[in-house]
């Protein structure tokens, strides 16, 4: 099995695919591609990516190339990892949180980057800030109602913890207090059991050292 992941500092959809792939335990060979570079799409991505763009999943003849896409092909893969909860009902929370964040909260994507090694304070616009409170507001939510079965958006780590620990690694970089966005504190733990998962710390000091 391979993974085709653009650079670590950057790609918030190769993280998607990658923390999850780690979690599963499988062997599997990784190809990075530098990105941010002229032609990287129309030559080292495209050989592995029919929508050039990364990241690209390589299982025998199967590729799949899209990040919540391969998520879901690695949970049932790998049903042994328990990519997603059993209960089919806290599932279908995890799989909506993961659907928001896949395609939703685009002035926040704009505005702030993913940069792994990046400190700064950012004074966020107003569409921003409409995101950041949507996040406080749907992580209190799933935490509020699943905090007894563990730290995380369902209580076990999941796919859906994987799509914003990207989001994590924004609030962190960019200086932005939840408390401000109408975090009572449950939001921020979170964000921060996130950025303290074994699968992030492997990738965030390849991101920092490469």
Known sequence: MEI????????TWSMRAWLPLKRTGADFTET??????????????????????????????????DSLAICEYLNERFPDA????????RRALGRAAAAEMHSGFPSLRGECPMDIGLRKHADLTEATARDVRRIVELWSDLRGRFSEDGPYLLGEWSIADAFFTPVATRIRSYGIRLS??????????YCEALLQTPEFKAWEEAALSG
């Open 4 to 11: 085709v992941v653009g650079t670590k500092k950057w790609s």
């Open 32 to 65: 990075l591609v530098a990105l941010r570079e002229i032609g990287t799409s129309e030559g080292i991505i495209a050989a592995h990516s029919p929508s050039r763009l990364v990241p690209v999943l390589k299982d025998g003849d199967l590729t799949v190339w």
């Open 82 to 89: 328990r990519l997603w909860p059993a209960d089919a009902a």
């Open 180 to 189: 401000d966005y109408g975090d009572a504190g449950v939001a921020g733990t």
